[in-house]
């Protein structure tokens, strides 16, 4: 996909934000994602590139470890056949970086690490909403802020365990958290 930049493919960073916005969006005939090997981020670069593809079956890497503003922004959200979510090393956040990005994705057997310990405003918002797995990801973090959790988890029917280090919370940080 990154030859849609330099004619090559050999670029690894992302020239401006809304780069690949939308892309690929409710392209059922899509079976396999491009590869993504950029690791410098823009604001909302990959927002909703592969939503609706109900056919794609794996997610590409992605290698990036700091993200920028709403960058994975409903990514993959309702890529129902996916049974293996990509690792995601990042532990620097931008707001609302992962929002909605697995929402739906009701294929997901176990949840990826998420190795952030410092988190951005709303973060984690509405991640894996409507998902099916049962054990959550460990949440390293030991202090949140607003929105960061807020239904990340909700609508999550069969989850059954959530591990956590924060002591403290209030309300905006974990608003409908597990709702559902």
């Given at each position: 996909?990154?030859?849609?930049?330099?004619?090559?493919?050999?670029?690894?960073?992302?020239?401006?934000?809304?780069?690949?916005?939308?892309?690929?969006?409710?392209?059922?005939?899509?079976?396999?994602?491009?590869?993504?090997?950029?690791?410098?981020?823009?604001?909302?670069?990959?927002?909703?590139?592969?939503?609706?593809?109900?056919?794609?079956?794996?997610?590409?890497e992605l290698p990036a470890k700091?993200?920028?503003?709403?960058?994975?922004?409903?990514?993959?959200?309702?890529?129902?056949?996916?049974?293996?979510?990509?690792?995601?090393?990042?532990?620097?956040?931008?707001?609302?970086?992962?929002?909605n990005m697995f929402a739906g994705?009701?294929?997901?057997?176990?949840?990826?690490?998420?190795?952030?310990?410092?988190?951005?405003?709303?973060?984690?918002?509405?991640?894996?909403?409507?998902?099916?797995?049962?054990?959550?990801?460990?949440?390293?973090?030991?202090?949140?802020?607003?929105?960061?959790?807020?239904?990340?988890?909700?609508?999550?029917?069969?989850?059954?365990?959530?591990?956590?280090?924060?002591?403290?919370?209030?309300?905006?940080?974990?608003?409908?958290w597990v709702y559902g």
């Amino acid at each position: 996909v990154m030859s849609l930049i330099d004619g090559s493919g050999e670029t690894i960073e992302i020239p401006n934000g809304f780069c690949f916005t939308h892309l690929f969006e409710d392209c059922a005939s899509l079976i396999q994602a491009p590869a993504l090997p950029a690791k410098r981020l823009t604001n909302n670069c990959y927002e909703y590139m592969f939503s609706g593809c109900t056919n794609l079956a794996q997610a590409p890497e992605l290698p990036a470890k700091a993200l920028a503003a709403e960058c994975y922004e409903g990514m993959f959200i309702r890529c129902s056949k996916f049974r293996v979510a990509p690792e995601l090393p990042a532990t620097t956040l931008g707001g609302y970086c992962y929002f909605n990005m697995f929402a739906g994705c009701k294929g997901i057997i176990n949840a990826p690490a998420l190795p952030a310990k410092t988190l951005a405003d709303h973060c984690y918002y509405n991640m894996f909403s409507g998902c099916t797995f049962t054990k959550a990801p460990e949440l390293p973090a030991t202090t949140l802020v607003d929105g960061c959790y807020s239904g990340m988890f909700s609508g999550c029917e069969n989850l059954s365990q959530i591990k956590v280090n924060f002591t403290e919370w209030n309300e905006t940080s974990t608003s409908e958290w597990v709702y559902g």
